[in-house]
């Protein structure tokens, strides 16, 4: 059974940090180029950050997390990261991670995965 559980949400300060997890099962995690993407209360997902197989390099950013969060993927633990930094109320959303086998739609992308998780809440709030 395939499964993507992310987790790590929580109720931040602004200004605070957090780490969000990812593990995957039941598919060939290291295979699969990884996106976070975002749903803020009554809007649409938002694409967030990405980061290809093999996780060499940097990942690729939104402009308004660009400095704030990083991307990593630990391939011998199924696990992919996003760090989140200098957090703002307007990061208030509930954050999924997507596993996509195609190069072509991963970039960038809401849509197109093969694989998606539950999503974890994350509130940005003093």
């Known amino acids: 059974q395939v499964q993507l559980v992310e987790s790590g949400g929580g109720l931040v300060q602004p200004g605070g940090s957090l780490r969000l997890s990812c593990e995957g099962s039941?598919?060939?995690?290291?295979?699969?180029?990884m996106n976070w993407v975002r749903q803020a209360p009554g809007k649409g997902l938002e694409w967030v950050s990405g980061?290809?197989?093999?996780?060499?390099?940097?990942?690729i950013y939104a402009d308004f997390v660009k400095g704030r969060f990083f991307i990593s993927r630990d391939d011998a633990k199924n696990t992919l990261y996003l760090q989140m930094n200098s957090l703002e109320p307007d990061d208030t959303a509930v954050y999924y991670c997507?596993?996509?086998?195609?190069?072509?739609?991963?970039?960038?992308?809401?849509?197109?995965?093969?694989?998606r998780g539950q999503g974890t809440q994350v509130t940005v709030s003093s």
């Open positions: 039941g598919f060939t995690f290291k295979n699969y180029h």
């Open positions: 997507a596993a996509h086998s195609s190069a072509f739609s991963y970039y960038r992308s809401v849509t197109g995965y093969d694989y």
């Open positions: 980061i290809t197989t093999g996780g060499g390099g940097s990942g």
